[in-house]
Protein backbone atom coordinates (compact mmCIF):
# COMPACT_ATOMS: atom_id res chain seq x y z
CA UNK A 1 0.00 0.00 0.00
CA UNK A 2 1.11 3.36 -0.75
CA UNK A 3 2.32 5.56 2.32
CA UNK A 4 1.68 9.19 2.32
CA UNK A 5 3.92 11.66 4.43
CA UNK A 6 3.35 15.40 5.21
CA UNK A 7 6.76 17.21 4.61
CA UNK A 8 7.11 21.07 5.70
CA UNK A 9 9.71 23.52 4.58
CA UNK A 10 9.02 21.90 1.09
CA UNK A 11 9.46 25.60 -0.72
CA UNK A 12 13.07 25.13 -0.71
CA UNK A 13 16.21 23.24 0.34
CA UNK A 14 16.40 19.95 2.50
CA UNK A 15 12.53 20.04 2.28
CA UNK A 16 11.79 19.93 -1.48
CA UNK A 17 14.85 17.49 -2.11
CA UNK A 18 12.74 15.40 0.96
CA UNK A 19 9.69 15.23 -1.19
CA UNK A 20 11.16 14.45 -4.74
CA UNK A 21 13.35 11.30 -2.71
CA UNK A 22 9.89 10.41 -1.51
CA UNK A 23 8.08 10.18 -4.49
CA UNK A 24 10.96 8.77 -6.23
CA UNK A 25 10.90 5.84 -3.52
CA UNK A 26 7.09 5.49 -4.00
CA UNK A 27 5.81 7.62 -1.23
CA UNK A 28 2.49 10.11 -1.58
CA UNK A 29 3.24 13.64 -0.57
CA UNK A 30 1.15 16.39 0.47
CA UNK A 31 4.30 19.30 0.84
CA UNK A 32 3.83 22.78 2.81
CA UNK A 33 5.97 26.08 3.66
CA UNK A 34 3.90 29.06 3.12
CA UNK A 35 4.89 30.40 -0.51
CA UNK A 36 1.79 28.72 -2.54
CA UNK A 37 4.07 29.53 -6.01
CA UNK A 38 6.77 27.21 -5.32
CA UNK A 39 4.77 24.72 -3.51
CA UNK A 40 2.75 24.57 -7.14
CA UNK A 41 5.86 24.47 -9.09
CA UNK A 42 6.80 21.55 -6.72
CA UNK A 43 3.81 19.68 -7.64
CA UNK A 44 4.04 20.15 -11.09
CA UNK A 45 7.18 18.33 -10.88
CA UNK A 46 6.77 15.60 -8.40
CA UNK A 47 3.01 15.34 -8.76
CA UNK A 48 2.93 16.02 -4.83
CA UNK A 49 -0.10 17.37 -3.01
CA UNK A 50 0.51 20.71 -1.57
CA UNK A 51 -1.24 23.10 1.20
CA UNK A 52 0.51 26.48 2.11
CA UNK A 53 0.38 27.33 5.80
CA UNK A 54 2.15 29.72 7.94
CA UNK A 55 2.94 27.27 10.90
CA UNK A 56 3.12 29.90 13.58
CA UNK A 57 -0.46 31.26 12.85
CA UNK A 58 -3.27 28.33 14.27
CA UNK A 59 -5.70 28.94 12.16
CA UNK A 60 -3.65 27.84 9.37
CA UNK A 61 -2.24 24.77 10.71
CA UNK A 62 -5.84 24.18 11.34
CA UNK A 63 -6.53 24.18 7.84
CA UNK A 64 -3.22 21.97 6.71
CA UNK A 65 -4.11 19.28 8.84
CA UNK A 66 -7.17 18.73 7.28
CA UNK A 67 -5.87 19.12 4.14
CA UNK A 68 -3.77 16.06 5.77
CA UNK A 69 -6.65 14.25 7.03
CA UNK A 70 -8.06 13.54 3.76
CA UNK A 71 -6.31 10.65 3.19
CA UNK A 72 -4.52 8.42 5.35
CA UNK A 73 -1.42 9.90 6.90
CA UNK A 74 2.10 7.82 8.13
CA UNK A 75 4.70 10.19 8.53
CA UNK A 76 4.81 13.74 9.40
CA UNK A 77 8.30 14.89 8.28
CA UNK A 78 9.43 18.68 10.40
CA UNK A 79 12.09 20.72 7.95
CA UNK A 80 10.77 24.22 8.34
CA UNK A 81 12.86 26.19 10.49
CA UNK A 82 15.70 28.34 10.14
CA UNK A 83 18.49 31.08 11.96
CA UNK A 84 18.09 34.71 11.64
CA UNK A 85 21.57 36.76 12.74
CA UNK A 86 24.27 35.26 14.26
CA UNK A 87 23.75 37.81 17.34
CA UNK A 88 26.02 37.62 20.54
CA UNK A 89 24.13 37.39 23.55
CA UNK A 90 24.79 41.02 24.94
CA UNK A 91 23.52 42.13 21.69
CA UNK A 92 20.59 39.76 21.05
CA UNK A 93 17.74 41.18 18.90
CA UNK A 94 14.62 39.80 20.93
CA UNK A 95 12.25 39.78 17.31
CA UNK A 96 14.87 37.53 15.83
CA UNK A 97 14.98 35.48 18.82
CA UNK A 98 11.17 35.09 18.69
CA UNK A 99 10.72 34.65 15.24
CA UNK A 100 13.48 31.34 15.44
CA UNK A 101 11.78 30.26 18.34
CA UNK A 102 8.14 30.83 16.91
CA UNK A 103 9.43 29.06 13.68
CA UNK A 104 11.28 26.07 14.69
CA UNK A 105 10.15 25.25 18.28
CA UNK A 106 6.23 26.57 18.47
CA UNK A 107 5.06 25.30 14.67
CA UNK A 108 6.50 22.23 14.84
CA UNK A 109 4.79 21.32 18.29
CA UNK A 110 1.83 22.66 17.14
CA UNK A 111 1.97 20.76 14.03
CA UNK A 112 3.15 17.69 15.94
CA UNK A 113 0.33 17.52 18.25
CA UNK A 114 -2.14 18.15 16.01
CA UNK A 115 -1.12 15.07 13.63
CA UNK A 116 -0.97 12.70 16.08
CA UNK A 117 -4.06 11.63 16.05
CA UNK A 118 -3.77 10.96 12.20
CA UNK A 119 -0.72 8.67 12.27
CA UNK A 120 -3.16 6.84 15.34
CA UNK A 121 -6.01 6.72 13.24
CA UNK A 122 -3.61 5.03 10.32
CA UNK A 123 -2.50 2.26 12.72
CA UNK A 124 1.35 4.37 13.99
CA UNK A 125 3.76 6.36 11.84
CA UNK A 126 6.76 8.14 12.30
CA UNK A 127 7.11 11.29 12.84
CA UNK A 128 10.88 12.77 11.94
CA UNK A 129 12.45 15.94 13.09
CA UNK A 130 15.42 17.84 11.02
CA UNK A 131 16.82 19.58 14.08
CA UNK A 132 20.47 20.83 13.49
CA UNK A 133 23.89 19.77 15.14
CA UNK A 134 23.15 23.30 16.52
CA UNK A 135 20.75 21.19 18.57
CA UNK A 136 24.08 19.06 19.98
CA UNK A 137 26.52 22.01 20.64
CA UNK A 138 26.97 26.18 20.69
CA UNK A 139 28.99 28.17 19.09
CA UNK A 140 29.48 32.15 19.36
CA UNK A 141 27.08 33.90 17.44
CA UNK A 142 24.90 30.59 17.69
CA UNK A 143 22.81 31.25 21.04
CA UNK A 144 19.61 32.33 19.48
CA UNK A 145 19.46 29.50 16.86
CA UNK A 146 21.39 26.92 19.34
CA UNK A 147 18.48 27.74 21.80
CA UNK A 148 15.95 27.30 19.52
CA UNK A 149 17.35 23.74 17.85
CA UNK A 150 17.86 22.25 21.32
CA UNK A 151 14.71 22.99 22.39
CA UNK A 152 13.33 21.19 19.04
CA UNK A 153 15.50 18.48 19.83
CA UNK A 154 14.11 17.88 23.05
CA UNK A 155 10.34 17.87 21.76
CA UNK A 156 11.40 14.97 19.91
CA UNK A 157 13.25 13.15 22.91
CA UNK A 158 10.57 13.70 25.37
CA UNK A 159 7.84 12.82 22.40
CA UNK A 160 10.47 9.58 22.43
CA UNK A 161 9.43 8.84 25.72
CA UNK A 162 5.56 9.61 26.02
CA UNK A 163 4.83 7.15 23.02
CA UNK A 164 6.76 4.32 24.45
CA UNK A 165 4.58 1.24 23.95
CA UNK A 166 3.02 3.28 20.99
CA UNK A 167 3.57 2.03 16.95
CA UNK A 168 4.84 5.27 16.07
CA UNK A 169 8.71 5.94 15.48
CA UNK A 170 10.06 9.57 16.30
CA UNK A 171 13.29 10.52 14.43
CA UNK A 172 16.11 13.06 14.79
CA UNK A 173 18.06 14.13 12.06
CA UNK A 174 20.84 17.04 13.41
CA UNK A 175 22.67 17.76 9.89
CA UNK A 176 25.83 20.29 10.24
CA UNK A 177 26.71 22.66 7.20
CA UNK A 178 24.61 22.08 4.62
CA UNK A 179 24.62 24.79 1.42
CA UNK A 180 20.98 25.13 0.79
CA UNK A 181 19.70 27.90 -1.40
CA UNK A 182 18.43 30.07 1.13
CA UNK A 183 19.53 29.10 4.60
CA UNK A 184 22.52 31.06 5.09
CA UNK A 185 20.92 34.08 3.05
CA UNK A 186 18.03 34.15 5.39
CA UNK A 187 20.16 33.97 8.28
CA UNK A 188 23.12 36.61 7.34
CA UNK A 189 21.10 38.88 4.64
CA UNK A 190 23.01 38.78 1.47
CA UNK A 191 24.09 36.67 -1.08
CA UNK A 192 27.74 37.63 -0.21
CA UNK A 193 27.67 36.71 3.34
CA UNK A 194 26.09 33.35 2.65
CA UNK A 195 28.74 32.53 -0.11
CA UNK A 196 31.35 33.32 2.63
CA UNK A 197 29.84 30.36 4.87
CA UNK A 198 31.21 27.77 2.51
CA UNK A 199 34.27 29.29 1.20
CA UNK A 200 36.95 27.16 0.85
CA UNK A 201 35.00 24.14 1.81
CA UNK A 202 35.57 20.85 -0.18
CA UNK A 203 32.02 19.21 -0.70
CA UNK A 204 29.76 20.90 2.08
CA UNK A 205 26.51 18.50 2.24
CA UNK A 206 23.77 19.07 -0.30
CA UNK A 207 20.12 18.80 0.56
CA UNK A 208 19.71 15.89 -1.20
CA UNK A 209 22.53 13.91 1.29
CA UNK A 210 20.03 15.07 4.32
CA UNK A 211 16.53 14.00 1.66
CA UNK A 212 18.51 10.68 1.32
CA UNK A 213 19.09 10.15 5.02
CA UNK A 214 15.60 10.71 6.16
CA UNK A 215 14.43 8.53 3.30
CA UNK A 216 16.49 5.79 4.09
CA UNK A 217 15.57 6.16 7.83
CA UNK A 218 11.75 6.23 6.97
CA UNK A 219 12.13 3.32 4.95
CA UNK A 220 14.09 1.05 7.66
CA UNK A 221 11.40 -2.04 9.01
CA UNK A 222 9.03 -0.88 11.27
CA UNK A 223 10.62 -2.25 14.48
CA UNK A 224 13.78 -0.27 13.82
CA UNK A 225 13.68 3.39 15.44
CA UNK A 226 16.66 5.58 14.25
CA UNK A 227 16.89 7.97 17.03
CA UNK A 228 19.33 10.09 15.92
CA UNK A 229 21.47 10.61 12.78
CA UNK A 230 23.87 13.48 12.97
CA UNK A 231 25.05 13.93 9.40
CA UNK A 232 28.11 16.21 8.71
CA UNK A 233 30.42 17.22 5.54
CA UNK A 234 33.95 15.42 5.96
CA UNK A 235 35.45 18.96 6.26
CA UNK A 236 33.50 19.85 9.34
CA UNK A 237 34.36 18.11 12.33
CA UNK A 238 32.47 20.37 14.40
CA UNK A 239 30.23 23.57 14.87
CA UNK A 240 33.70 25.73 14.97
CA UNK A 241 36.22 23.22 13.13
CA UNK A 242 35.47 23.66 9.53
CA UNK A 243 38.49 22.60 7.40
CA UNK A 244 38.82 25.09 4.38
CA UNK A 245 41.02 25.16 1.62
CA UNK A 246 42.93 28.28 0.87
CA UNK A 247 40.98 30.39 -1.69
CA UNK A 248 43.14 31.16 -4.93
CA UNK A 249 43.43 35.49 -4.89
CA UNK A 250 42.44 36.23 -8.78
CA UNK A 251 44.88 38.78 -10.62
N1 LIG B 1 21.19 24.48 5.70
C1 LIG B 1 21.81 24.11 6.80
O1 LIG B 1 23.05 24.28 6.94
C2 LIG B 1 21.06 23.44 7.92
C3 LIG B 1 21.81 22.75 8.88
C4 LIG B 1 21.14 22.15 9.93
C5 LIG B 1 19.78 22.22 10.02
N2 LIG B 1 19.05 22.91 9.08
C6 LIG B 1 17.60 22.96 9.25
O2 LIG B 1 17.00 22.29 8.16
C7 LIG B 1 15.75 22.89 7.85
C8 LIG B 1 15.70 23.28 6.38
O3 LIG B 1 16.76 24.14 6.07
P1 LIG B 1 17.18 24.52 4.57
O4 LIG B 1 18.64 24.66 4.59
O5 LIG B 1 16.50 23.62 3.63
O6 LIG B 1 16.64 25.99 4.22
P2 LIG B 1 15.75 27.06 4.93
O7 LIG B 1 15.75 28.27 4.16
O8 LIG B 1 16.19 27.19 6.33
O9 LIG B 1 14.31 26.41 4.78
C9 LIG B 1 13.32 26.73 5.67
C10 LIG B 1 11.99 26.17 5.21
O10 LIG B 1 11.04 26.40 6.25
C11 LIG B 1 9.93 27.08 5.72
N3 LIG B 1 9.39 27.97 6.74
C12 LIG B 1 10.08 28.94 7.41
N4 LIG B 1 9.26 29.59 8.24
C13 LIG B 1 8.03 29.00 8.11
C14 LIG B 1 6.77 29.22 8.69
N5 LIG B 1 6.57 30.21 9.60
N6 LIG B 1 5.73 28.44 8.31
C15 LIG B 1 5.90 27.47 7.40
N7 LIG B 1 7.06 27.20 6.81
C16 LIG B 1 8.13 27.97 7.16
C17 LIG B 1 10.43 27.83 4.48
O11 LIG B 1 9.41 28.00 3.51
P3 LIG B 1 8.59 29.36 3.25
O12 LIG B 1 9.56 30.49 3.37
O13 LIG B 1 8.04 29.16 1.86
O14 LIG B 1 7.54 29.34 4.30
C18 LIG B 1 11.46 26.83 3.95
O15 LIG B 1 10.82 25.87 3.13
C19 LIG B 1 15.57 24.05 8.82
O16 LIG B 1 14.82 23.60 9.94
C20 LIG B 1 17.00 24.35 9.23
O17 LIG B 1 17.04 24.96 10.51
C21 LIG B 1 19.67 23.52 8.02
Not at 57 to 67: G, I, N, P, S
Not at 76 to 90: K, S
Not at 111 to 133: C, E, I, K, N, Q
Amino acid sequence: MTKRALVSGASTGIGAATVRALIADGWQVLATARRAERLEALAAETGCEWAAADLTVREEVEALVTAAAQAELNAVVHVAGGALGVDRVEDADLDRWRTMYERNVIGTVDLTRRTLPLLRAAGGGDVVFVTSTAGQATYPGGAGYVAAKHAEKQIATTLRLELGGEPIRVIEIAPGMVKTEEFSLNRLGSAEAADDVYAGVEEPLVAEDIAEAIRWSLGMPSHVNVDLMVVRPVAQSSNTAVARQPLRVKG
